[in-house]
């Protein structure tokens, strides 16, 4: 409980908390409770604090000596009465006032101590399972006053029910830190709290150091720190959410990664293995160029040989006739003997000079050692640096090594090969860039992979196999299929036709279906809308869809620019903004923009090297999980392939924007 008492401070009036400590002492005797009651008259008015070493004035009121003698520095007046006086006054010591105060520390100290003990009970209690009655220990309390700053229970209650004196007492739920709510300076309950300082203080403190502080009660502070918290709280959810959204994110990210390393990985294995195929095809093919100028050689000399061989019979014959006929030297007969000689004895015999330095060795063996220079001269650069150097060789690299090659070796014949036995071509390394063929024998000549290098990008399946196999059952698709062979790939022809309800209304369908362009406005006859339309790009999807197997067709555009080829899921959106092609999940497509090739999906963009095909195929292979886009022409010439898991039907797709372009399904013919 709190009471209020007024005082008279250099004409201002200021209220002070004096604690009533007659209702918190319901159980010290009566003259205790007398004295303790005292309290507010044996305040100073001027330090609002218990006396200390009062005096008495003339006008009769006390004060505490250093409070007066301090306020007498600026006027000689009573500061309660204001009574002035012409010079300062004498101050005599109550010695009965300073008796009797000395007597309220002392038992009010001891009062304190008490309480200070009963709420140290109640705090070890507290850490039990439950709170005990502070008057007998053993039953539980139900109700703590913070007036008496004790618990009680239902039988030590019963006098702060009863009785009148108890009722201006505090009562609260068990409470079991009542030891934290004493003041450790003046062992008073802190009753408020102070908001410059952040810390409860009870009213002396108030009266003392915290004179000047704004103050709050505890439960105002409590509902502050309450609220502060959960707005707090809210915070920190907030920000648990958003760094679970990037981790997740970041984990999306990371599976992305993955699984663009091993895409990347695929395509790598196979442009480095094409170019060791073309390597092991090159070097075969060289190899039987030896062998076959050996044994043109080597035929050249069995038929000389034949022919000397008969020689050296035709003139032993004239030799056993010879001798025959100085046998017979003393007959009459050999005056008139004749002998003509065999043709072989006309001219003299000579060993050929056969070699197996041809033009053709020659330039094989030049363009393997010039080979393997340049790939160790772009080899022993940094990785960055060995494109342009491929493209700048490319520039001044002959088609043809025989071209600016050191002149060609002596003649030598076959005896001294023996001796010095011919030089193989030296095997390069596989490190050459990709790039894409456009003559007819580019697999079969690595000068000319060397003259087309850095042009196109390779991609997989474009190394030469032998001749397809009969045609099976089950027509799945090989692994190593022969890109160059279009055969190979007819052997998979599906006949296709456009879909009219997936038309966009821009879009004419012509020819049974199976030509595609663009008119400048809407056609009358597609007002009907179906649920399967693209509405904001001018699209159409074929009408097969496929979910396994191997499935090739081919297309013929007239003027590729701002049309686009792919594929895509029934499930692409129709009607919103990212129903483009390429520009979803759902779809792929490789797209004529202007002048720049490019393949989508996702909204994810690779640029390719710019090829403008007449007529492009696609292979759509469920077996490998992969779709390969053709530049169709003597060869099928592939120019991009996607890799992507298939988990429903896939449809082919095509898009067209200009009204100057078409799009026509070929009839395929094996």
């Known amino acids: 409980m709190l009471r209020y008492t007024f005082v008279f401070v ?101 009062v304190e101590a008490d309480a200070i003990s009963s709420g140290m009970a109640a705090s070890k209690v507290a850490t039990g399972t439950a709170i005990r009655c502070d008057s007998c220990m053993e039953a539980e309390a139900v109700k703590t006053c913070l007036t008496c700053m004790a618990s009680y229970c239902d039988r030590h209650l019963r006098p702060h029910r009863d009785s009148p004196m108890f009722r201006v007492h505090q009562l609260t739920e068990p409470i079991g830190d009542l030891l934290e709510r004493i003041c450790p300076d003046h062992h008073k309950l802190m009753e408020l709290f102070c908001t410059q300082h952040d810390r409860l203080i009870c009213t002396l403190c108030l009266q003392q150091v915290h004179k000047t502080c704004d103050f709050i009660t505890p439960e105002q502070q409590r509902t502050k720190q309450e609220s502060n918290l959960r707005q707090k709280l809210g915070f920190v959810d907030k920000k648990i959410k958003q760094n679970e959204a990037v981790v997740s994110q970041m984990a999306d990210i990371q599976q992305n990664l993955q699984g663009s390393a091993s895409t990347k990985k695929f395509a790598l294995a196979h442009e480095y293995q094409q170019i060791r195929d073309m390597l092991v095809n090159e070097e075969r093919a060289a190899m039987i160029a030896v062998d076959q100028e050996l044994e043109s050689s080597q035929t050249k000399l069995r038929v000389l040989m034949k022919r000397f061989s008969e020689n050296i019979t035709n003139l032993s014959k004239a030799k056993v006739e010879i001798q025959s006929l100085l046998g017979q030297s003393r007959t009459m007969a050999f005056l008139q003997a004749s002998l003509n000689l065999p043709k072989a004895a006309t001219f003299d015999p000579y060993a050929p000079r056969i070699n197996l330095d041809s033009k053709k060795l020659t330039a094989t063996e030049e363009f393997a050692v010039n080979l393997k220079k340049q790939m160790c001269d772009i080899l022993s650069q940094p990785l960055d640096a060995r494109l342009p150097l491929i493209k700048t060789e490319e520039k001044i690299l002959p088609r043809h090594p025989i071209k600016n090659q050191p002149p060609a070796a002596k003649p030598v014949n076959v005896k001294a090969d023996k001796k010095t036995p011919h030089k193989k071509p030296n095997k390069p390394s596989p490190i050459l860039g990709g790039g894409q063929e456009r003559s007819k024998n580019l697999s079969r000549s690595m000068e000319n992979l060397l003259a087309y290098s850095g042009k196109l990008r390779i991609m997989p399946h474009l190394t030469p196999t032998p001749e397809p196999k009969e045609r099976t059952e089950t027509m799945d698709c090989p692994s190593d299929l022969v890109a160059e062979n279009r055969h190979r790939l007819l052997m998979y022809g599906t006949a296709l036709s456009f879909d009219p309800k997936t038309a966009h209304k821009r879009i004419v369908l012509s020819e049974s279906f199976t030509r595609a362009s663009v008119s400048d406005q809407v056609l009358p006859a597609k007002c009907d809308d179906w649920p399967e339309r693209f509405s904001v790009c001018s699209q159409v999807l074929a009408s097969q869809g496929f979910t396994h197997g191997c499935h090739y067709w081919e297309v013929q555009i007239k003027n590729n620019n701002f049309t686009g080829i792919g594929l895509a899921y029934s499930s692409i959106d129709r009607k919103g903004p990212t129903s483009r092609l390429g520009r979803n999940a759902e779809s792929w497509c490789v797209e004529w923009f202007n002048i720049k090739l490019s393949a989508w999906h996702n909204s994810n963009e690779t640029v390719v090297v710019h090829t403008n095909p007449k007529r492009v195929g696609v292979l759509l292979d469920f077996n490998s999980s992969s779709a390969t886009f053709y530049n169709v022409a003597d060869r099928a010439y592939p120019f991009y392939s996607f890799v992507f898991p298939f988990t429903e039907a896939v449809y082919p797709a095509f898009w067209i924007f200009s009204s100057e372009s078409s799009i026509s399904l070929c009839k395929l013919n094996p």
Request: charged fraction near 25%; charge should be neutral.
């Open 10 to 110: 250099k004409s201002e009036v200021k209220f002070r908390f004096v604690p009533s400590f007659c209702s918190k002492m319901a159980d010290v005797d009566d003259s205790q409770l007398s004295l303790l009651c005292l309290g507010d008259d044996l305040t100073c008015s001027i330090c609002l604090c218990t006396f200390d070493s009062p005096v008495t004035i003339p006008c009769g009121h006390n004060f505490c000596q250093e409070c007066i003698l301090a306020t007498w520095k600026e006027s000689n007046s009573c500061p309660q009465c204001r009574t002035r006086y012409p010079t300062k006054p004498e101050v005599k010591k109550n010695t009965v006032l300073s008796a009797v105060v000395e007597t309220f520390n002392a038992r009010l100290t001891k």
